[in-house]
């Protein structure tokens, strides 16, 4: 199973401080015999963390799939918000589509970008850390929004939302950038979600309540 990068360090760190919790454990365990018990469960709970960790952070290897003007899924989860709203900076319209991407902390948290062309709006909102599916977490919650333009001239905004957990965005493009639709945009460590927000008149073919899988599910066409 491939790790992604950005999991790599965490994982190491969390392994140390286990092996020393451990070893504090052991020591005392070779004084006191009830001590067993309690290793016995440090042990249990320390490799449940560390297998979490790991599935956490693990990086899939997915088929590139790319279909000019379609909008592909950004990360893996459910769809919870399918509405028109007040369009985000980075926009050129007033008014736009929301569609948000809820991911659970068993899902895959590499993102990708929905859409191909440049980046030409970029910015980091440092904010709350309500629950991810509360219905102002993204605008109210930390989060990061890229806007990118395609080649079709079409501008479509997509943001990633920290959630209740989740205390770090790891987001790699950056303004003047030409991205590649379905490869890697960053990641959200620890639960969150992702909105992406697009011209109204956009053909949806998802709607509240389905699962998506980032980088391979079709979320819309643009007009």
């Known amino acids: 199973m491939r790790i992604n990068p950005e999991g790599k360090e965490g994982i190491r760190i969390n392994t140390f401080i286990f092996a020393i ?20 469960l440090v042990d249990a709970f320390l490799l449940w963390r560390i297998i979490f960790v790991i599935r956490f952070f693990r990086d899939p290897v997915r088929p590139l799939v790319q279909e000019e003007g379609v909008v592909f899924a950004p990360a ?16 050129e319209c007033e008014r736009c589509l929301q569609l948000s991407v809820y991911m659970t902390f068993y899902n895959v948290h590499v993102n ?3 859409i191909g062309g440049e980046v030409v709006y970029k910015d980091h909102f440092e904010g709350d850390f309500l629950l991810a599916w ?3 977490s ?9 806007a990118v333009r395609t080649q079709g001239g ?8 920290s959630g209740w957990i ?30 992406v927000f697009l011209p109204l008149g956009t053909e949806l073919f998802v709607k509240v309540g389905d699962k998506v899988v980032g980088s391979q599910t079709r979320l819309a066409r643009l007009k």
């Open 76 to 91: 893996d989860g459910k769809v919870v918000v399918v509405e028109e709203v007040d369009a985000p900076k980075g926009m």
């Open 21 to 40: 919790i451990i070893a504090v454990v052991t020591a005392t365990a070779l004084v006191y015999d009830w001590a067993w018990w309690v290793l016995a």
């Open 134 to 136: 509360h219905p102002k």
């Open 154 to 161: 079409a501008v479509v905004v997509w943001r990633q939302i």
């Open 166 to 195: 989740a205390r770090r965005i790891v987001c790699y493009p950056e303004v003047g950038d030409r991205v590649e639709q379905n490869t890697k945009s960053g990641c959200i460590k620890f639960g969150s979600r992702v909105d």
């Open 138 to 146: 993204s605008s109210l919650n930390e989060h990061t929004t890229v």
């Open 112 to 114: 990708w970008h929905p």
